[in-house]
């Protein structure tokens, strides 16, 4: 995205909320806005201050992080939503991804790890830590919905699975010897019939209903 990244902390620890301001606003083209220590005044604030990235905490009183992220991807224009855990391994994370989250920062990451984070967001990335996702997943369970919707072709599944592995387009161009606008053309296919706003979610989805094992 161009211009600066606006940012909402929510967290019920101030520390860690000064800690992260303090990281964020050494880059110069990242503005936090704003903070809250729960998930109603998450809302709120998200509504008044219309920040780009949200870094939600998972686990707060009253309004825990997961609903907080339903709520604030309802506004218009919505924020995406960075949670921010203190285990990779929270079950808690699966259910904010679910909700639609576009990712999730341990809170032990660098500083360098946290700016990349917010900027990989508010630029409409996915920030997607396979191999945990996976382990999360095979403690859910798969297939615990049925998928309901267009059936993918071989190529979409086989998309859709190296997506779930954590690789970039042009590392799934180069395995499956194909152009790189071939691959955006197979993930924006996929995303659209799984009805997922960004790859993160179209992992979750995946593995909730079985296109992928979480044992792959």
Not at 102 to 109: D, E, I, N, W, Y
Not at 198 to 203: F, G, H, K, M, N
């Amino acid at each position: 995205m161009n211009g600066t990244i606006r940012v909402l902390l929510v967290d019920d620890e101030p520390l860690v909320r000064r800690g992260l301001r303090a990281i964020l606003e050494s880059d110069p083209e990242i503005e936090v806005v704003g903070e809250a220590g729960d998930g109603a005044a998450a809302l709120a604030s998200a509504r008044s201050l219309s920040p780009d990235v949200v870094c939600m905490d998972v686990r707060m009183p009253d309004v825990d992080g997961i609903r907080a992220t339903e709520l604030v991807l309802t506004l218009d224009p919505a924020p995406r939503v960075l949670v921010v855990t203190t285990f990779e391994s929270d079950d808690h994370v699966f259910d904010a991804l679910r909700a639609g989250a576009s990712g999730f920062l341990l809170k032990r990451a660098d500083a360098d790890q946290v700016v990349a984070a917010v900027r990989a967001v508010a630029a409409g990335e996915s920030l997607l830590f396979p191999e945990s996702v996976r382990r999360i997943a095979l403690r859910h369970g798969t297939a615990r919905i049925s998928y309901g919707g267009p059936a993918l072709t071989p190529r979409e599944a086989e998309v859709l699975a190296l997506v779930a592995r954590g690789m970039s387009n042009p590392e799934i161009a180069t395995a499956l010897i194909v152009g790189v606008e071939t691959v955006r053309t197979h993930v924006a296919n996929v995303l659209a019939k799984l009805g997922a706003r960004d790859r993160t979610q179209a992992v979750v989805i995946a593995y909730e209903t079985g296109l992928v094992g979480a044992g792959r």
